[in-house]
């Protein structure tokens, strides 16, 4: 990385949250090589990264030419090997699936430049385990965005047990370049956020199943009493039933611990098909294409 010469990030998988990172690091100036197993998913990405821009001029947070700008640094590869050989920084946010993160992570230790900042936007997986994959765990950390990436400026900066200081001063120092705040945080299971969050979510769905009051009224409690933004089941809703399931039951397995036993509510809804905004129906009902915050 020089001052002059933008940085090069290669960010892998164009889901959710790989489009999400992409605009965030060229939206500040990086040049952004987009790579996904799915040639689909980049097209998908690149729309919606222009929507996204499209409706932050809309509300007035960005200017007309930045449009342009983001969109002209960010560039679809198709040859993974060229992409991570020219990173300065790589960004793994593919499915969250050990196997799939393992044989990648194989692969970058055969294709990265040495000491090239080597990053996993996992959310329930242990960043140790992953960076061990690769050929260099002191230059690996966890980068972990929040969804939707673009409006919410926390990254969580994780440091693997072999992850060096230098390594961690290096992500700090990328996160907030891109124009996020970082907060570095140990490995353990559910970083910061999800260790708060998705249990006082779980709590949520035991209370309404044991009665306590209508999904309305406890969302209203919370937003009214606790002055929240959003109560505890509408947020669940607009993450996913099924994620906030996924979340709760990784940090049960991980530590054991009943505190984070699933809620028997949240599992029989997930498995309904009752997944919250997305599929129109979870603690609350939703209009079709009702849009996220
Ligand atoms: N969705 C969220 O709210 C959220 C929030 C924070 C972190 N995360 C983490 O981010 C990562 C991605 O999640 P997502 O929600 O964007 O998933 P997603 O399913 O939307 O996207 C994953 C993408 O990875 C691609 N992919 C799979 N294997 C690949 C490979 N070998 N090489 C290249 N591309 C490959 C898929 O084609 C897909 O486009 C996960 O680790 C997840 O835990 C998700």
């Known amino acids: 990385m020089t001052a002059s010469a933008p940085t090069v990030v290669a960010v892998l998988g164009a889901g959710t949250m790989g489009a999400g990172i992409a605009q965030a690091c060229a939206g500040a100036g990086c040049e952004v090589q987009l790579v996904d197993a799915d040639p689909e998913a980049l097209t998908r990405a690149l729309a919606t990264i222009e929507d996204s821009l499209q409706r932050l001029v809309r ?120 124009g996020k705040t970082p907060i570095v945080c140990h490995d353990t299971p559910g970083f910061i956020v999800n260790r708060l969050l998705m249990p006082y979510l779980n709590d949520a ?44 039951e990784a940090l049960h397995r991980e530590t054991g611990d009943p505190r984070f036993r699933p809620a028997p509510l949240l599992r029989r809804y997930v498995r309904a098909g009752k997944l919250g905004r997305k599929s129109g129906e979870g603690f609350h009902r939703y209009a079709p294409r009702e849009e996220g915050a």
């Open 205 to 248: 769905v035991h209370a309404l199943a044991e009665g306590v009051t209508s999904a309305a009224d406890l969302d209203a409690a919370m937003t009214l009493g606790a002055n929240l933004p959003l109560g505890p089941l509408a947020l669940a809703d607009l993450i996913g039933l099924d994620v906030t399931l996924a979340a709760i």
């Open 59 to 178: 509300k007035g947070v960005l200017d007309e030419g930045s449009i342009e700008r983001t969109l002209g640094n960010v560039h679809p590869a198709d040859d993974l090997a060229s992409a991570v050989a020219a990173a300065d920084v790589v960004i793994e946010a593919v499915t969250e699936d050990l196997d799939v993160k393992r044989s990648l992570w194989q692969y970058l230790a055969a294709h990265a430049r040495p000491g090239t900042l080597l990053a996993s936007n996992t959310s329930s997986l242990s960043v140790t385990e992953i960076a061990g994959f690769g050929g260099d765990p002191e230059s690996s950390c966890g980068l972990h965005f929040f969804n939707p990436v673009p409006l919410l400026p926390l990254v969580e900066v994780v440091r693997g047990e072999h992850t060096s200081d230098a390594t961690v001063a290096r992500a700090v120092e990328f996160v907030a370049r891109i």
